[in-house]
T-cell receptor, first 115, second 113 residues
């Protein structure tokens, strides 16, 4: 069964600095998707960025980028120029492309932005 | 921008009662999901629904739970005989296909007292 692990329950970063959130996953499949979702205090889950496993190029979305290391099964999220609005719970997630439909989430990392 | 909407935003119910959580997925989406998040914990998959039937369910989704798409637009989660441990945030999500991320609603906070 696939699993997603986020080893950092909480992190803090100074406003305007860069922070990297870690995620590792376990799967026997070669084709899948990886996501980072943000959950602010409003509790709604918002997609931050997605990565297709068959693409070697790391996804980027404005200040958010990922470091996808397929062989190492690692998928970290880098937030540049951190802003107060980035404070939230961040979930790493996995979805198989060929098998079941569900998205599997990690336990999350709570990110604090220090003014 | 289209969004998944859930009602109610907060539901309080007495232990043993039945509750129905409602969701309106994005209109052209084909895959529907329910997830649960006990306060401060991970987001847990409950069930996925495709082509008017359950495509997958987790161990959590036992006989106490059921889902329905009664009218082609709404997608409901029914919890029978609620227990204290059913208290959680319940998220509905939908996606247009299996190659796209799921779009989540704002959640329904269920409190069982």
């Amino acid at each position: 069964a696939q699993t997603v692990t986020q080893s950092q329950p909480e992190m803090s970063v100074q406003e305007a600095e860069t922070v990297t959130l870690s995620c590792t996953y376990d799967t026997s499949e070669s084709d899948y998707y990886l996501f980072w979702y943000k959950q602010p205090p409003s509790r709604q889950m918002i997609l931050v960025i997605r990565q297709e496993a068959y693409k070697q190029q790391n996804a980027t979305e404005n200040r958010f980028s990922v470091n996808f290391q397929k062989a190492a099964k690692s998928f970290s999220l880098k937030i540049s120029d951190s802003q107060l609005g980035d404070a939230a719970m961040y979930f790493c997630a996995y979805r198989s492309r060929s098998r079941d439909d569900k998205i599997i989430f990690g336990k999350g990392t709570r990110l604090h932005i220090l003014p | 921008e289209p969004e998944v909407t859930q009602t109610p935003s907060h539901q309080v119910t007495q232990m043993g009662q039945e509750v129905i959580l409602r969701c309106v997925p994005i209109s052209n989406h084909l895959y529907f999901y329910w997830y649960r998040q006990i306060l401060g914990q991970k987001v847990e998959f409950l069930v996925s629904f495709y082509n008017n039937e359950i495509s997958e369910k987790s161990e959590i989704f036992d006989d106490q739970f059921s889902v329905e798409r009664p009218d082609g637009s709404n997608f409901t989660l029914k919890i029978r005989s609620t227990k204290l441990e059913d208290s959680a945030m319940y998220f509905c999500a939908s996606s247009p296909d299996r190659e796209t991320e799921a779009f989540f609603g704002q959640g329904t906070r269920l409190t069982v007292v």
